[in-house]
């Protein structure tokens, strides 16, 4: 099931500057997408979400941008500190699953150098 | 901050054998999940629950799977006889809206299941 797509497994940035973590997904009945943070040996942690009638959202340091014509979606932290480092999954579902479904990516890990 | 409590935190089973995975959801919530990650995959849908019947399950939930909400708090995940390849970290989570699909989900800290 490849239908939301992380295609960098690890990114590292240095403190201060800003992390982009990319998205891409294939289903175009999807219409809301939400990314998580997650620890080692946590659950994921809520960051921030997007519904398709949006194509930016703002919550703080996190920004998450939403081009629905390229099917892509993108998490920028700025300006990214150390406690960022962790690992980041995007995921989407559609309104047809009433049941919620989140379709996971595969996870990008940030890591955010001092 | 309410947050999604599992227990345990981690279970070794042998093959074969029963398994009850427990969740407390936030206590407003409406709406339940469980999702597996196996080590070095994908977070994976399993089943969401409201009203007290499955909304919508995967086909990994299969007859082996079943989920209850005994009572008001926990919302438990039923593994009727262990495989090795069910070895995983299973996730609860809960969301308020009943319409579930644009309310955030809200997850565990996971309970890992080690089938031997």
């Known amino acids: 099931d490849q239908q939301v797509k992380q295609n960098s497994p690890s990114l590292s940035v240095q403190e201060g500057r800003i992390s982009i973590l990319n998205c891409d997904y294939t289903n175009s009945m999807f219409d809301y997408f939400l990314w998580y943070k997650k620890y080692p040996a946590e659950g994921p942690t809520f960051l921030i979400s997007?519904?398709?009638?949006?194509d930016k959202n703002e919550d703080g340091r996190f920004t998450v941008f939403l081009n629905k014509s390229a099917k892509h979606l993108s998490l920028h932290i700025v300006p990214s500190q150390p406690g960022d480092s962790a690992v980041y999954f995007c995921a989407a579902s559609a309104q047809q699953n009433q049941g919620g479904k989140l379709i996971f990516g595969q996870g990008t890990e940030l890591s955010v150098k001092p | 901050e309410p947050e999604v409590t599992q227990t345990p935190s981690h279970q070794v089973t042998q093959m074969g054998q029963e398994v009850i995975l427990r969740c407390v959801p936030i206590s407003n919530h409406l709406y339940f999940y469980w999702y597996r990650q196996i080590l070095g995959q994908k977070v994976e849908f399993l089943v969401s629950?409201?009203?007290?019947?499955?909304?919508?399950k995967s086909e990994i939930f299969d007859d082996q799977f079943s989920v209850e909400r005994p009572d008001g708090s926990n919302f438990t995940l039923k593994i009727r006889s262990t495989k090795l390849e069910d070895s995983a970290m299973y996730f609860c989570?809960?969301?308020?809206?009943?319409?579930?699909?644009?309310?955030?989900?809200?997850f565990g800290p996971g309970t890992r299941l080690t089938v031997l």
């Open positions: 997007i519904s398709s009638i949006k």
């Open positions: 989570a809960s969301s308020l809206d009943p319409q579930g699909h644009t309310d955030t989900q809200y």
């Open positions: 629950f409201y009203n007290n019947e499955i909304s919508e």
